[in-house]
């Protein structure tokens, strides 16, 4: 089992900036992607940005030019940079890790989720 571990969310006004990051415990199985999600309230939870192993990456069209994803495979570490916020930037950000098995079935781990509030 992987446990992740997020901070650096907050409080910050439109155009500021904020850096998430998550740390993931050690798997015994190897750690393809990781990425974060969001979840605003009475909206489904989306994708933010995601980094494979390969370091190939993918974002959300909303956040496009903003964010930018990077990942320490050494520390399983992913990071979020996010600037120039918005008000519809307002969600809590979840860490999610996917995992390899050796038998060929990808596993799914959450953070805890960290709540980023832009005021406008």
């Known amino acids: 089992q992987v446990q992740l571990v997020e901070s650096g969310g907050g409080l910050v006004q439109a155009g500021g900036s904020l850096r998430l990051s998550c740390t993931a415990s050690r798997s015994t199985f190897k750690i393809s992607a990781m990425g974060w999600y969001r979840q605003a309230p009475g909206k489904q939870r989306e994708l933010v940005a995601r980094?494979?192993?390969?370091?190939?990456?993918n974002y959300a069209d909303s956040v496009k030019g903003r964010f930018t994803i990077s990942r320490d495979n050494a520390k399983n570490t992913v990071n979020l940079q996010m600037n120039s916020l918005k008000p519809e930037d307002t969600a809590v950000y979840y860490c999610?890790?996917?995992?390899?098995?050796?038998?060929?079935?990808?596993?799914?781990?959450w953070g805890q989720g960290t709540q980023v509030t832009v005021s406008s």
């Open positions: 980094i494979n192993s390969g370091d190939s990456t």
């Open positions: 999610n890790a996917v995992v390899l098995t050796t038998w060929g079935q990808n596993l799914d781990y």
